[in-house]
């Protein structure tokens, strides 16, 4: 029986050898942590369009505002303040379908998608047939709708026309597009195609695995969450915000023949 492997890392008495590389003799010092994770996350060092474009996806997915992940960490800093590695915890665990956790289904979403393409469909005849089976289920949209943005996602634009102008839009970038103009039309109204979808199909036509899809959202959040906290130990703001959600909710009693 084959005994079980990993190829990521090793520490010896004297060195560190990562995915076949010495960190401090090779690493340390000419990679910048974007090549390191991609590194890490790969076991190949990127191209320059591999490089650009995740620095390009964390950027623009680190930080926006105080949404539930940031709220989630601030207060679980407020009440423990000893507890940073916790409040980052809370913040990562809301990383869900609702808030940032779209980017992994819509990368199976695009990959499903372009199989049937290789099989002589058209992107657009393929993006409609999706379109069209959600809607008729009733469900949602992965990389669709936004609660602030609209009609567009500024983050999902730049993305698209930055890959654009390198010259990466692939065949997944091209479904991207095609699900923009068949949600569109099904619905009958345009929904914001969020960060998440350009996210998924940038990196699938730069060979990214569609199961790291959703290692970047994760990582960037963790900057943006790491510089509310500071933040919340400087100018605390968690306790005023659990304060201002009592504020908001009013409290109803059981009628008395429920009790």
Not at 186 to 202: E, F, H, Q, R
Request: charged share 20%; net charge negative.
């Amino acid at each position: 029986m084959t005994p079980p492997v990993s190829r990521i890392s090793r520490a010896y008495p004297d060195r560190v050898e990562v995915r076949g590389r010495d960190l401090t003799g090779d690493l340390m010092g000419r990679l910048s942590f974007t090549e390191y994770f991609h590194l890490l996350l790969t076991g190949r060092e990127p191209t320059e369009d591999q490089r650009f474009f995740l620095d390009l996806l964390l950027v623009a997915i680190a930080e926006h505002g105080m949404m539930p992940t940031n709220i989630a960490a601030r207060m679980t800093l407020a009440a423990d303040p000893e507890s940073l590695h916790g409040a980052v915890a809370a913040g990562i665990l809301g990383c869900g379908p609702v808030i940032l956790g779209t980017s992994e289904p819509c990368a199976r979403l695009l990959e499903d998608a372009q199989e049937k393409v290789a099989f002589g469909n058209t992107s657009a005849a393929v993006a409609r047939e999706i379109a069209r089976g959600i809607h008729t289920s009733g469900e949602r949209v992965p990389g669709f709708g936004h609660p602030v943005h609209r009609p567009v996602d500024p983050r999902a634009e730049r993305i698209l026309e930055l890959a654009d102008v390198r010259g990466v839009s692939g065949p997944h970038v091209l479904l991207a597009r095609c699900l923009r103009d068949s949600v569109t039309d099904v619905w009958g109204k345009p929904l914001t195609m969020n960060v998440a979808m350009p996210i998924a199909a940038v990196m699938l036509d730069l060979g990214f695995p569609s199961s790291a899809a959703k290692a970047v959202p994760i990582l960037a959040r963790t900057a943006g969450l790491l510089a509310h906290l500071v933040e919340e130990q400087q100018h605390p703001l968690g306790l005023v915000l659990a304060a201002r959600a009592e504020e908001a909710i009013e409290y109803e009693p059981l009628p008395e023949e429920e009790l």
